[in-house]
């Protein structure tokens, strides 16, 4: 069973930045893309960035790619979201998960272990 645990989520201003890492347990966390998604409330999970195996490719909303960034640790097993410029717009809960495969997706059916979730409130 892999389990995966966010940290980093908290109170923020409009402007600021926060640094999410979501760590994982096992030993094949190297062998899978990860992903984070976010969800509002109210509103359905979606897609914010995923990130292949090995860190050479990474994925992106095209509203959040200009200030989010997905990265990786294989040695830490831990993978990261650096978010910038952060608006109240911004603001859900935002979960980790680990892909099916090796390959990064962008739909929630292709994460196989999810983790808890982390709050992220931008205030204005």
């Known amino acids: 069973q892999v389990q995966l645990v966010e940290s980093g989520g908290g109170l923020v201003q409009a402007g600021g930045s926060l640094r999410l890492s979501c760590a994982a347990s096992?030993?094949?966390?190297?062998?899978?893309?990860m992903g984070w998604f976010r969800q509002a409330p109210g509103k359905e999970r979606v897609f914010v960035a995923a990130?292949?195996?090995?860190?050479?490719?990474?994925y992106g909303v095209g509203s959040l790619k200009g200030r989010f960034t997905i990265s990786r640790d294989n040695a830490k097993n831990t993978v990261y979201l650096q978010m910038n410029s952060l608006t109240p717009e911004d603001t859900a809960v935002y979960y980790c998960?680990?892909?099916?495969?090796?390959?990064?997706?962008?739909?929630?059916?292709?994460?196989?272990?999810w983790g808890q979730g982390t709050q992220v409130t931008v205030s204005s």
């Open positions: 998960a680990r892909g099916a495969t090796f390959r990064a997706g962008t739909q929630p059916g292709e994460y196989e272990y």
């Open positions: 096992g030993r094949t966390f190297h062998t899978y893309a």
């Open positions: 990130i292949t195996w090995s860190g050479g490719s990474t």
